[in-house]
């Protein structure tokens, strides 16, 4: 008890350690590795990017113009960025924000999320 106390006392009285994810964000540093998105319309559907895709979260369905992207098992290396010779895929510095919906990202030529 002897010891806790002075322990209590300096927690009640000195800032938080952590901030209050999400509501308190900290801004992202130069060059971070962050939310992607797709211009379809730009999009050969040639497949490299899926190709290169080490998380398996990307699919490109030629057939049907679409790209399926799930941002929650992506591991951001950016690897389909620089391998698309078209620059259909443009990279952010900001974090993707958390959901309470784990759904995929659609993008089509004529609908972009
Ligand atoms: S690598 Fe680029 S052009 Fe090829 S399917 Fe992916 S986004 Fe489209
Ligand atoms: S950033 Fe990496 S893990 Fe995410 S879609 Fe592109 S290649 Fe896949």
Not at 46 to 69: F, N, Y
Not at 84 to 113: L, M, R, S
Request: charged share 20%.
């Amino acid at each position: 008890m002897a010891r806790m106390v002075p322990v209590v006392l300096k927690n009640l009285f000195s800032r938080p350690a952590t901030r209050r994810y999400p509501f308190e964000t900290r801004a992202p540093f130069p060059g971070a590795r962050g939310r992607l998105t797709w211009n379809a319309a730009a999009c050969d559907f040639c497949g490299d990017c899926q190709r290169l895709c080490p998380a398996a979260c990307l699919e490109v369905r030629r057939e049907t113009k679409e790209i399926v992207h799930d941002p929650f098992h992506c591991i951001y290396c950016h690897l389909c960025a620089e391998g698309c010779w078209q620059g259909a895929i443009t990279v952010e510095n900001v974090y993707f924000k958390p959901d309470y919906c784990k759904a995929a990202h659609t993008y089509t030529p004529a609908i972009q999320p």
